[in-house]
C-alpha cells in the first residue's frame, strides 16, 4: 500500500466548475498535511497547509479527517490558469521527511 | 520569500561520466536540504537528507556511492551523480527548510538526460 494515495485522474473540468481531490494517507502518526501544486516539468509549489479546523484561501478549501486517513481540496470557480497536477503532501512523524502521493491531474478547458 | 536554486537547470552528458549538480538557498540559511528525483508521471521520491556538515542521510535503496551528497555550507548543497547511465536520467529536485517553518522551498529543478 502506498503511503499516500490519490486519484491520478485526469480531471477534465469546463472554466468555472467546482472540482474536488482527494488523498488518503497510510501514517496515522503523520503531523503535517499539504497540497502542493507542480506544473508540467516545474517544480512544486506549496499552494495551501491542511489543519485539522479546516483552512480556506480564496477559491481553495482544504480539510483534513484524521479518523479517516483523508484529506480533500476544493476548487470552486475553476480557471484555465488552475490546470495543473495536485500533489498531496505528508509529513512524517518523525524529522522533516515529506512523503508524496503521486499527484492529481487537473485540466480546466474552456 | 526564500528563493532556492539549482545550477545546471539541464544537462545532458554520456553513459560513464559524473554530473555535479549544486542547489543553493539565496536567501536563508539552511542546515538541512532535501535531494528527491522524480520519473515521468511519477510522483518526488526523496533519495537523502544532506546535513551541513556531517554525512548524509540515504533513503532505502538508494546507493549512496553512486549519489554523492556534499552539504559544505549552510547554504549549498551538491549531488553528484556518479558514473551516470541511461537509467539515472530523471528530473531531480533540491529543497529546504526555512526556519522552524514546516514548509519546504524547493529548487527550480535539473533535468539530467544521460546518452
Known amino acids: 500500500r502506498k503511503e499516500v494515495e490519490q486519484d491520478p485522474g485526469p480531471f477534465n473540468v469546463p472554466e468555472g466548475a467546482t472540482v474536488a481531490f482527494n488523498c488518503t494517507y497510510s501514517n496515522s502518526a503523520s503531523q503535517s498535511f499539504f497540497w502542493y501544486r507542480q506544473d508540467c516539468r516545474k517544480e512544486p509549489k506549496l499552494l495551501m497547509s491542511?489543519?485539522?479546523s479546516g483552512n480556506e484561501d480564496g477559491r481553495f478549501t482544504a480539510q483534513l479527517n484524521r479518523a479517516s486517513q483523508y484529506i480533500s481540496l476544493l476548487i470552486r470557480d475553476s480557471k484555465l490558469s488552475d490546470s495543473a497536477t495536485y500533489l498531496c503532501?505528508?509529513?512524517?512523524?518523525?524529522?522533516?521527511?515529506?512523503?508524496f502521493g503521486a499527484g492529481t491531474i487537473l485540466r480546466v478547458k474552456s | 520569500g526564500a528563493v532556492v536554486s539549482q545550477h545546471p537547470s539541464w544537462v545532458i552528458c554520456k553513459s560513464g561520466t559524473s554530473v555535479k549538480i549544486e542547489c543553493r538557498s539565496l536567501d536563508f540559511q539552511a542546515t538541512t536540504m532535501f535531494w528527491y528525483r522524480q520519473f515521468p508521471k511519477q510522483s518526488l521520491m526523496l533519495m537523502a537528507t544532506?546535513?551541513?556538515?556531517?554525512?548524509?542521510?540515504?533513503e532505502q535503496g538508494v546507493e549512496k556511492d553512486k549519489f554523492l551528497i556534499n552539504h559544505a555550507s549552510l547554504t549549498l548543497s551538491t549531488l553528484t551523480v556518479t558514473s551516470a547511465h541511461p537509467e539515472d536520467s530523471s528530473f531531480y529536485i533540491c529543497?529546504?527548510?526555512?526556519?522552524?517553518?514546516?514548509?519546504?522551498?524547493f529548487g527550480p529543478g535539473t533535468r539530467l538526460t544521460v546518452t
Open positions: 529543497s529546504a527548510f526555512r526556519g522552524s517553518s514546516y514548509e519546504q522551498y
Open positions: 491542511v489543519y485539522s
Open positions: 503532501v505528508v509529513n512524517e512523524e518523525y524529522g522533516n521527511k515529506l512523503v
Open positions: 544532506s546535513n551541513e556538515g556531517s554525512k548524509a542521510t540515504y
